[in-house]
């Protein structure tokens, strides 16, 4: 197996182990594994203008701005951009000490991945248990562009934090968008209880519909209720 069918295969490995998201479809096919609940039937939090707009921030030092970044790359459109997934921009984005990326025709397509670990001095390094390792990163970058034959473009980034990211309102204002609440999907035993803390474990899905493409933005938050997650999927015809 080459490195860029690895990495493809890591994508798709991450992207199935999320319960409460996956890569963005076309418009013919629908989310069957989450309810999504209508905005218009809820008053969603995130209505309020966000902030900074479309800048980008260059070698980012805080989560706050790590999620900043994430919001300019949906507004711009920037994963169909081919200069986007070059080291020096990726570094400069991310704030990122090495990057691997491949690229690589797979099939009929032509794929780019990228994956990185975020720098140790914006997200300290998480002590475990030395049976799971002892060490964790507490910061990831993930992603994939493919290409067909037709020109057709999937591409998907995922940033994972795992502690100190923004909570539920800050987080509201750094994105500025009508975001829909994603419920868990029902269980016989009718799932688990309550969170304690407010929006802990909540998942929030923004769609955003363009002239022949379709790009979902998917938050998730922490058990402390902190941003943990930041996906984001796009398909352009």
Not at 40 to 56: H, I, N, Y
Not at 106 to 118: L, Y
Not at 215 to 233: H, P
Request: aromatic letters at 10%; proline letters at 7%.
């Amino acid at each position: 197996m080459n490195p860029a069918t690895t990495a493809a295969v890591v994508i798709v490995t991450m992207a199935s182990t999320l319960s409460y998201a996956q890569p963005a479809t076309p418009p013919e096919r629908q989310l069957n594994y989450v309810q999504v609940a209508n905005p218009s039937a809820t008053q969603s939090a995130f209505v309020r203008a966000g902030e900074e707009g479309k800048t980008m921030i260059l070698r980012p030092k805080s989560p706050v701005e790590f999620a900043k970044n994430l919001n300019a790359i949906f507004d711009q459109n920037a994963l169909l951009e081919d200069n986007f997934y070059t080291e020096n921009k990726l570094k400069e984005i991310f704030d990122l000490d090495e990057i691997r990326i491949t690229s690589d025709d797979i099939g009929a397509e032509h794929h780019t991945s990228i994956r990185a670990n975020v720098s140790e001095s914006v997200f300290p390094i998480i002590k475990t248990r030395e049976f799971l390792g002892g060490l964790i990163s507490p910061a990831e970058l993930m992603g994939e562009k493919a290409i067909d034959q037709s020109g057709s473009i999937k591409a998907t980034i995922y940033f994972s934090m795992k502690k100190g990211g923004p909570n539920f309102d800050l987080t509201q204002k750094i994105f500025g968008k009508e975001f829909s609440h994603i419920l868990p999907k029902p269980t016989p035993d009718g799932g688990p209880p309550m969170p304690a803390i407010p929006h802990a474990f909540e998942a929030w899905q923004y769609k955003e519909f363009g002239y022949h493409t379709i790009q979902t933005l998917t938050i998730r938050f922490n058990d402390e209720g902190e941003l943990a997650l930041i996906m984001i999927d796009i398909y352009k015809k």
